[in-house]
């Protein structure tokens, strides 16, 4: 089992910045890639980045490329979200997910194992 609590998350206006933290605990020698999801009212759950626990490979939704980072501090089991330059159309419920298996399919909501209970990120116009 392995368990996620994300923080970071809150009320920012356009332009702004935040830092969302994703810890993880239990059994996290499995763990093989972290990502990063968001769900906005009547939209459905998008990807937004992942990252490999092994390795320099990331993975970032080309509508946030060049203002969101994603990284990670293997010590500490957690995973950062870096969002700069914030717009209101990023306000979105953001969930931390862990996949624990090797496959390809890092954007895909369905191939992840474990998931967060997510933070709200608001951004004002």
């Known amino acids: 089992q392995v368990q996620l609590v994300e923080s970071g998350g809150g009320l920012v206006q356009a332009g702004g910045s935040l830092r969302l933290s994703c810890a993880a605990s239990?059994?996290?020698?499995?763990?093989?890639?972290m990502g990063w999801f968001r769900q906005a009212p009547g939209k459905e759950r998008e990807f937004v980045a992942a990252?490999?626990?092994?390795?320099?490979?990331?993975y970032i939704k080309d509508s946030v490329k060049g203002r969101f980072t994603i990284s990670r501090d293997n010590a500490k089991n957690t995973v950062y979200l870096q969002m700069n330059s914030l717009k209101p159309e990023d306000t979105a419920l953001y969930f931390c997910?862990?996949?624990?298996?090797?496959?390809?399919?890092?954007?895909?909501?369905?191939?992840?194992?474990?998931w967060g209970q997510g933070t709200q990120v608001t951004v004002s116009s």
């Open positions: 990252i490999r626990w092994r390795g320099d490979r990331t």
């Open positions: 997910a862990a996949k624990m298996v090797s496959s390809n399919m890092v954007i895909t909501d369905t191939a992840y194992d474990y």
């Open positions: 239990g059994r996290t020698f499995s763990l093989y890639t």
